[in-house]
Nanobody
Framework: QVQLVESGGGLVQPGGSLNLSCTTS?????IGWFRQAPGKQREGVAC????????YYSDNVTGRFTISRDHAKTTVFLQMNSLNLENTAVYYC?????????????????????WGQGTLITVSS
């Protein structure tokens, strides 16, 4: 059983930045960030292979968000820049103990066994 602990959410003004972190209790192959906005389905935002660091980004965050991992490969960061109102959502960290391609993992090709508790990001002026 892998446990995920997220941190870094909060209130930010449009155009601002936030950095999320997700720490796992053990080694996982793929870690991703998903979000669920009010009234919408959960969607993959950015995912990364902890093995080689290869990332995937959804189209609507490419160029604004950066996902990275630490040297120990147990913490993943999501740097979010140029936030807008549409980015308001609960952000969840997810992880796989099997090798999963980040793109497929983010796009929902696999059942997700491990979820974090979620952290709320509110973009508002």
């Amino acid at each position: 059983q892998v446990q995920l602990v997220e941190s870094g959410g909060g209130l930010v003004q449009p155009g601002g930045s936030l950095n999320l972190s997700c720490t796992t209790s053990g080694f996982t192959y793929t870690i991703g960030w998903f979000r669920q906005a009010p009234g919408k389905q959960r969607e993959g935002v950015a995912c990364i292979s902890t093995v080689d660091g290869s990332p995937y980004y959804s189209d609507n965050v490419t160029g604004r968000f950066t996902i990275s991992r630490d040297h120990a490969k147990t913490t993943v960061f999501l740097q979010m820049n140029s936030l807008n109102l549409e980015n308001t959502a609960v952000y969840y960290c997810a992880a796989s103990s099997f090798p999963r391609a980040p793109r497929a993992y983010c796009r929902g090709s696999y059942d997700i066994a491990y979820w974090g508790q979620g952290t709320l990001i509110t973009v508002s002026s």
